[in-house]
C-alpha cells in the first residue's frame, strides 16, 4: 500500500488549483441550475469492482509482453487492487476468478480487509482446462454433448458458489466460451438446450441472496457461433432460470454498430438487467480501457442508467473487465475506474426536465444538444474534489508513479521472462 | 398471363435433357441413400409468397430507374404475380401493402382468382405520409409522443386487418420505422413502452385465428436508434402481447456478421418464430436477390428450418421481400423464388443421421463436411423437374422473355420518365 | 437575412457571462500554458463550405417529410446559407451541386456577394437521370459500357467546371454512385478502367488552377460493388490522374469499424489529400449531422490535421455534407459547423510537446492521456468568443429561432405536402 | 508417410463410382461447351502452399486444446505436409516461420525432398519476443520508435531471406502486428514512415529474383490502430519499395462487408499482387478453414483470377493460413486445400464468353446467373479424378484416417497436456 502521507503530500500541492477549479465549475454549473454538491456526492458514492485478473499484463493469441512486477497469485492482486482504490475510491470491491483466485477464504478476507476491499460477483472458468482436469473442455462445457463433461463444468460453478459464500460475495457470472467453428459442427437448438439444463442445475444450487448473471459474446473464443451470442438469448435464459437470474452487459461482446444503450434499456425493461463488465473497444472484443475509444458511447449507457435509476429493483454490479497489454494495469484501472465515474457524472448533470420537455415536442435539435451540454461539461473537478474528501489522490496516476509501488513490489515479483509464447 | 401452350413448347426442348439429368442425380443419390422423389415431392410442396411491391422497379434515396410496362397498381401487380407463379409453380401466394394496393376487396378476390393466387400477410404502412393523412409520422408512428398520433397509426393497421379478413388474409405485418436519428431525440424506454401500448390496441383488433408479425430491422429509415431493433425487442414484444404474436425475420435487418440461423434456432425455441422476409444483402438492407450474395447463409437458415421441421405448432408464412433496382423485376422474383426452392431442397438432402452422429462425438470436421454435402449438390434437376410436373416451366426466365410479356404489358403502361427524383 | 442589430441584442444579454467563462478558461488553460487567445484566433479563421443541397429537408428511400419554407431554389438555399455565416461567422462558402443549382453565373455571384458567401467546389451529378436527358445512367456514367453514355457523364463534368470558373470555384467534386448490385453483373477491372479513361477526359478540361477531387464510398447506391469503394482505389486514381487530382474524404463512406483517422494520415503522406465531407453516422452513411454520434472521432480527424498542418501543400476543402431528415437544416448546419470548429479548437490545444514525449519512450497511458485533455476541454466560451468578434452570434441556434427567419420565409415559399413518395 | 499401396487400395474402391460421375459430369458440361478434360489439367496443375505452422493445433488468447500427436518441430511439421501432398496432391510446398522452423538448411533440404515438398515463401516473427531477445517488441519492432530495436527487426528480416536463399524459397512475407491500442499511442505518420524506412533496409537485402510480399490487416494484435491496416497502405508501401515488393491478401484480414474480389482486381490493375493467405472468417481475423463459412465469397476471389489470368506478370503465391482450433490440423489442411482448389475448378468453368455478352448489354440478371452456374456445379469428379491421376486419394480424409498415421505419430510425439494457459 501507499503511505497516507504520500497521497497528503500530493494532494497538498494540488489543493489550490482544484479548489479553484471546482468554485469556477460550480459557478457555472449554478447558472444552470445544478448544484455541484450533489453532483460531489454522487461521485463519492458511486463504486465499480476490479477484476483480479485485470491486475497482470494480458495480452493475445498472438504474444503477451509482461511488464515489472506482475502479480504472482491473489494475494499479489489484491495488493495492487488495494492500491488502485487507495488512489481512486472508487473501486471497493474485488471480482474474483476461479480457479485462478482460489485460496483459503480466511486469508481471501484477511487480506481484503487489510487492504481495504470486499468481494464482488464470483467469476468461473470452464473455458480452459485445469491440469488435474478429467474432461476437456476443447468442445464445451456446460453445453457439451456429453453428461459427465456438463456435470463437471456444473460442479465447478457450484464450488464457485461455495466459495463466493466463505467470502461474502452475492452473485455468479457465468461466461462460457462454449459454441461452434463450422456451421453444422453442432445442433444449435440441442447445444442451447443443454446450456439451459445445466445453468438450471447451478441456478438450483444458488443460495435465496444471490444472483446470477448471465454474459453473452457474440463471438470468440468459439467464431462461427456462440451458444449465448447475444442480449436475447441471455435473456432467454434469464426469463428460463427465474427471478435470482439476471443478464450482464459486456460492453465489448455485441456485433459492429450495435447501439448498447438500448439493450440497456430493454434489459431494465424486461426486469433483467444484472450489471455490467466495461471496457472500450474498435474493433472485436478488443478489452480496451474503458472510455478511451468511444466516449460519448460510455456516457449514453450511463445517460439510460441515470434516467432510469428509479426503476423498482433496479440495482445493478458495475464491473472492469479489460485486458491490459502495453500499460502498468494498476494505471490503466485507475483511469478507468475514473473514466467510468466521469460518464456517470456527466450523465447525472443532464437537464432532464428540459430534455423531457424537447422530447415531447419532437424538438430533435435541442433534445440532442441538452444531452451533449452534460458530456462536454468537464467534471475533474468534481472527480477530483471527490477523491480528495475521500481521502484519494487528486491526481490519481502522478500520485502512483510518485510511490514507487511498481518498482518496490517488481523488487519482490520475480521477472517474467519471454513473450508468453503466443498461440497463434 | 402466359399462354399454356407456349410453356409446354419451350419445356418440350428441355425435357429430353432434363430427364437424363434427374436420373443421373437420381443414381448419385441413391448411393448416398437419398430418394430424389421424396425431394422433388417436397420441392412442390413448398411455396413463398410475392410481395405486391415487388414488382415495381426499386430504387435508392438517390434515385430510382424505372422500367419498361412498371404496373400502374394493384391489379398490373397481380398481373405479374401471377406470371411468376405460373412460370415457378412456387409462388401461389401475394402479400397486400396498404394503402399502396387498396382496392375493393371483391375485386381482389376476383383479380386474384384469376391469376391463380391467394393472399398472405398483410402489411401496414406507417412509415409515409398519405396525401390527405391528418398526423405526420416525421416523428414516428405507434410510438410517436402524440396520442392522436398513435391512434392514427392504430386505426390504419385495424383497418389492414378488415381489408385482409374480406379477402382471405390471415395475418398482419407490422413493421415500422420509428426510431430516432440523434442521441437524446427520445426516450429509448418511454418510446419501447408506446409501442407496446399501440401494438396491443391492434393485437385486441386481431381475429382468432390470425396471427401478427412484429418485424424488426436494426436501423434505417431511423439512424441513431430503432423502437424494434433487433430480435430480442421483437420477442419481448411477441411475448408482451400474447398467444397470436409471432417475430418475422428479414434476412437483410441484421448487425454485420450477426449469425441469422441462430436468431432462427432461438426463436422456435422460444414458440415465437412467425416467419421471413427473404433477400440478400452484403452491407445494409440492400435488398438484393435471395441467394445472389451469400447462398451459404440462405442453406443455413433452411438447415435450421429443416432440422426442427417437427417442432409443435411451426408454421411459418415465407415471404420474398426485395428491391430490384437494375433487373426486371419480375424475373428477379422468378430467380429468387427459386433460389429460395433451392436452399430448401439442399437443406431437405442432408444426411441427417450422419450428421448428428459425427456431431454427438465431436467430429467437426466431418460434421461440417456432411452439412456441406448438401449445399454442394447441384438440386437444379429436382427443381426443373417440380416445375415440369407442376407445369411450369423448366426454364422460367427463358421461358418468361420468350414470352414477350414485359413487351405486352409496356404498351398498356404508361411509360415513367426521369429518375424518380431521388431524394439524398 | 437577419438584421445585425437582432443579433447584437441577443448578444447583449450572454456577454457577461462569456466574457467570465472566457476569462476562467484562460486562466486553466494559462496553467497549463496555453494561450487562450490564440486558439480564438485559430478558431475565427477556421472555416468550413456548406452543401447547398443541406439546406432543404432530406429523406430515405422510404419517405421524405419536408419542413416548413423548403427552399425553392438555389437562390433560396443561398439565403439560407449567408443566414447560417451570419450567425456562425464559420461558414463562408457554398458548395453548388449541378443540375440542382444551374442558374446565371452573374446571379449567383449577385446573391452570393449580397448573403456575404463565396463559392466552394462543384459537384457533378450522374447518379441520377434528369428528365430530358438522352442516355440514362441506370447503369452506370462515367464507368458505363456504352461510350455515349460516358461522353454524356463526361460532358457534363466539363460543363461543372465551366460554371464554377464563372463564379470562382477552383475544384469539381466527383462522385458517382456506379457499381453492381450482383456479383457477376460487371467486370470490376473493365469497369474500373472505364472510370479512368473517362476522368482523364475531366481532368484534361481541369483549369490549371483547380482540384478535381475523388470521393469514395463503400456501397449505395450500388450494393454489391461501387467502382471507387475506397481509399485505396481513389488514391490510385489520383495517382493516375496527375498532380491537380486528389482524395476527398467523406466520414461516413466507410467500412464498419475502419480507422478514418489513419485514412487522413496516409493520404496527406501520399500527397493526396484534397478534403473533407464531414457527417457523422453510426450504421452506413447515415449522413447524420457532424459531431452528434461520435464527438470523439471528429476530433481524432482534427488531431492528425492539426499534427501535419505544416506538411507542405496541404490545402484543405472542408465541407459538411448531411442529410437532415428530422430537424430544420438550418439548424443543423448551425450546430454541425460549430461542432467542426469544435473538434478543431480541441486538437488545437493538445499539449503536443508533452505528447510526443510520452510517444517516444511508449508512455502509452499518459500519451493517450494527453490527448484526451484536449477533448475533454470545454472549449464553448472560444468558440463563443470567436463568433462575437466576428458579429456573429453566442448563441445561435437561440439566436435563429428568436430572428423568426423560418416563418419568415415559410410564407413565401409553399407548402411542401406528402412524404415525398418514397422508394422502397 | 503412408504406404502408396494403401492409398490405392482404398482409391480402388471408389474409382468405379468415380468414373461414373465423372463420365455423367463430363456429358453434362459437354453440353454446355465446356471439356471437363481441360477442367481436370487445370485441377491438377493448380497447387497452394502449406503453412508449417498450421500442421499444430491453434487457439485464442482465451485457450488452446492440443491434440493428440502435436508435432515437436519443423521435422514433424514437414512430415505431416507430406502427408497431406500425398493425399491431396495439390500442396507441393510449404511455407516457414522463423524462428519457430529454424534448422539447419541441408537437414530441411533433405527431409523435404525425401516428403515430396518445397518451400514457398519465407515468414520472419517480429510480434513475438523471443527467450534470448536484447529488445523487445512490445511497442513495436520494424516501425518502433527506438533505432536498435526496429535493427534488430531488420536483421531478423534479413536472416530469413539468408534462411531461405539457402533451401530454394524466393519470397519473403512481411507481417508485423506493430501499431497502438489507444488513440495518441503513436504518431501515425511518424510511425508509418519508420516501418517504410525499415521495410527499404529489407528491401535492399533482397536478392535479384525475390520478392518481399506486405501483407496488411485491419486489427489484432493492435487494437486501435496497425501500420498497415489495409490494402491502400499496403499498394503504399510496395509502391514506395519498388518492383520487387507486392501485396499479399489474407482473406480474414479486412473490415466487416469489405468486397475483398475488388481489392484483387484492384492489385492486380496497380501490378502488385503477390498472392494470398487463404482461410475463412465470419467476425474478425477468424483463421477457420477454408470454404467452410462463406463459400460464394472464396469462388468470386477465383472469378478475378481466372477472368484475369492473363495479366503480363501475374504470378501468385498461394497459400493457406488458417488456426485448428477443434479438428486435426492435417484433415483441415486436407480439406481446404480442396475447397481452395474447387473454388478455382468452378471458377474456371464459368462460360466467359457468354458473361461477357451479358455484362455489355447490362442483362445483370443473366450475367449473375452465368457466373453462379459455375458455382452451382458440383465438381467433386474432377477434384477426384485429378488427385487420382496424382497417385492421391480419391476421399482423402477418409484415406488419412484409415491410414492411422495420427495414432502412429502419436506414439512418437510426447503428448501436450493443459491447454496452453490462455491469456485473456
Known amino acids: 500500500m501507499i503511505e497516507e502521507s504520500m497521497i497528503e503530500a500530493a494532494n497538498a500541492t494540488l489543493e489550490a488549483d482544484l479548489d479553484a477549479d471546482y468554485a469556477g465549475l460550480g459557478a457555472r454549473l449554478a447558472r444552470r441550475g445544478v448544484d455541484i ?6 461521485a463519492m458514492s458511486f463504486g465499480v469492482a476490479i477484476p483480479s485478473w485485470g491486475t497482470g499484463t494480458g495480452g493475445t493469441r498472438f504474444a503477451r509482453f509482461p511488464g515489472a512486477g506482475e502479480p504472482r497469485g491473489i494475494m499479489d492482486k489484491l495488493d495492487d487492487c488495494g492500491v488502485i482504490h487507495q488512489l481512486t475510491g472508487a473501486t471497493p470491491r474485488v471480482s474474483l476468478h476461479i480457479p485462478w483466485d482460489k485460496a483459503e477464504p480466511a486469508l481471501l478476507l484477511e ?8 468481494f464482488d460477483a ?14 476437456s473442455y476443447k468442445f464445451g462445457s456446460l453445453s457439451h454433448t456429453d453428461a459427465l463433461t456438463r456435470s463437471q463444468a456444473i460442479e465447478h460453478n457450484l464450488e464457485c458458489i461455495e466459495i463466493g459464500e466463505a467470502i461474502g460475495s452475492k452473485a455468479l457470472t457465468v461466461w462460457i466460451g462454449d459454441g461452434s467453428n463450422f456451421p453444422g459442427q453442432t445442433s444449435l437448438s440441442r447445444q442451447f438446450e443443454r446450456y439451459l439444463d445445466s445453468m438450471k442445475a447451478i441456478y438450483s444450487g444458488l443460495p435465496d441472496d444471490w444472483h446470477i448473471f448471465s454474459e453473452h459474446k457474440i463471438y470468440e473464443p468459439a467464431f462461427y457461433s ?19 437470474a439476471q443478464c450482464l452487459v459486456d460492453l465489448g461482446h455485441h ?12 434489459l431494465i425493461r424486461a426486469g433483467k438487467l444484472g450489471g455490467f463488465h466495461f471496457n472500450d473497444s474498435k474493433y ?24 432510469l435509476e428509479d426503476t423498482p429493483g433496479l440495482d445493478l454490479a458495475h464491473m472492469i473487465d479489460q485486458s491490459h497489454n502495453v500499460t502498468d494495469p494498476i494505471e490503466s484501472l485507475i483511469v478507468s475506474a475514473c473514466e467510468i465515474q466521469r460518464a456517470y457524472v456527466q450523465a447525472s448533470l443532464v437537464d432532464r426536465e428540459a430534455l423531457e420537455s424537447y422530447r415531447e415536442v419532437n424538438d430533435a435539435l435541442m433534445a440532442a444538444a441538452t444531452l451533449r451540454a452534460g458530456f462536454r461539461t468537464d467534471v475533474e473537478p468534481i ?9 484519494a489522490a487528486i491526481d490519481p496516476v502522478a500520485c502512483y508513479r510518485r510511490s514507487g509501488y511498481r518498482a518496490r513490489v517488481a523488487e519482490k515479483r520475480p521477472k517474467v521472462t519471454g513473450s508468453g509464447g503466443g498461440i497463434v
Open 37 to 42: 454538491e450533489k453532483l460531489t456526492a454522487r
Open 111 to 118: 487480506k481484503a480487509e487489510q487492504v481495504g476491499l470486499g
Open 122 to 135: 464470483m467469476n468461473s472458468n470452464t473455458f480452459q482446462d485445469q491440469p488435474d482436469q478429467p474432461k
Open 226 to 244: 456462440t451458444v449465448v451470442q447475444d442480449w436475447g438469448t441471455s435473456l432467454m435464459t434469464a426469463q428460463e432460470l427465474g427471478p435470482k
Open 255 to 266: 456485433a459492429p454498430n450495435v447501439n448498447i444503450e438500448m439493450i440497456v434499456s430493454r
Open 284 to 307: 472485436g472484443d478488443d478489452d480496451l480501457d474503458s472510455g478511451t475509444i468511444e466516449p460519448f458511447r460510455l456516457f449514453l449507457v450511463f445517460n439510460e442508467l441515470v434516467e
Open 383 to 391: 472527480l477530483a474534489m471527490a477523491r480528495l474528501r475521500a481521502g
